[in-house]
């Protein structure tokens, strides 16, 4: 089983919707991302929480909103998303700085209709 | 600026094949880390090897061996008899310090088929 957990594992949204994606680990890693990759492309960085407050957010558009209520929780939260938002949302959380590599989840698959 | 090049898209063998990946990175930074991560058709990235930018030194890991040269800028991962478990897209990754934190970039992946 993988150590990071993401929930749901598939969701379907409107373009009017608000929804929420779920990250969770607890192997006392301090540093926690998100990362979005379309089919056939590599993963892009979009948000890196370090020690709860978010240090890196790579121009990522207003319609998504991160959260680190604590150390062991990263959550993203959309609204107003647009079809071509629809990819695979992966979490991963790492010690430290992130130099050792990283712990991913299975991600989010998300559809946006 | 940071890249990372991995030039072969797809590559098809067949299983008890040895097969090698090839993977290029530019960087000016003189400390960085590079990986390799498996991507299974789950989804999962799943962390294989991490190396730093002084330690040169080649690694074994059972039928997986990785060759880091910085003379030629490439980290390459190689299968020895290779598996139908193997199949699955494998991405080269390059980190370094930037405001913030370590950022990681990753290359285009190859996506690696094992035929029975």
């Known amino acids: 089983d993988t150590e990071v957990t993401q929930t749901p594992k598939h969701l379907v949204m409107g373009m009017t919707n608000k929804k929420s994606l779920k990250c969770e680990q607890h192997?006392?890693?301090?540093?926690m991302y998100w990362y979005k990759q379309k089919a056939k492309k590599p993963p892009e960085l979009m948000f890196v929480y370090s020690y709860e407050k978010l240090s890196i957010n790579e121009s990522v558009p207003s319609r998504f909103s991160p959260e680190c209520p604590n150390s062991s929780l990263l959550n993203l939260h959309l609204h107003a998303l647009q079809p071509e938002d629809s990819a695979l949302y992966l979490c991963a959380s790492s010690q430290g700085t992130g130099a050792k590599g990283y712990t991913f989840g299975s991600g989010t698959r998300l559809t946006v209709v | 600026a940071q890249k990372v090049t991995q030039a072969q898209t797809e590559i098809s063998v067949v299983e008890k094949e040895d097969v090698t990946l090839d993977c290029v990175y530019e960087?000016?930074?003189?400390?960085?880390?590079l990986f390799w991560y498996k991507q299974p058709p789950s989804g999962e990235l799943v962390f294989l090897i991490r190396?730093?930018?002084?330690?040169?030194q080649n690694e074994i890991s059972g039928r997986y061996s990785w060759n880091f040269q910085k003379s030629t800028s490439s980290f390459n991962f190689t299968i020895t008899a290779s598996q139908v478990v193997d199949s699955a897209v494998y991405f080269c990754?390059?980190?370094?310090?930037?405001?913030?934190?370590?950022?990681?970039?990753f290359g285009a992946g190859t996506r690696l088929f094992v035929k029975a």
């Open positions: 960087t000016r930074d003189t400390t960085y880390y």
């Open positions: 190396r730093n930018s002084f330690d040169e």
């Open positions: 990754a390059l980190s370094a310090l930037r405001t913030g934190g370590f950022k990681t970039i």
């Open positions: 192997m006392g890693h301090r540093a």
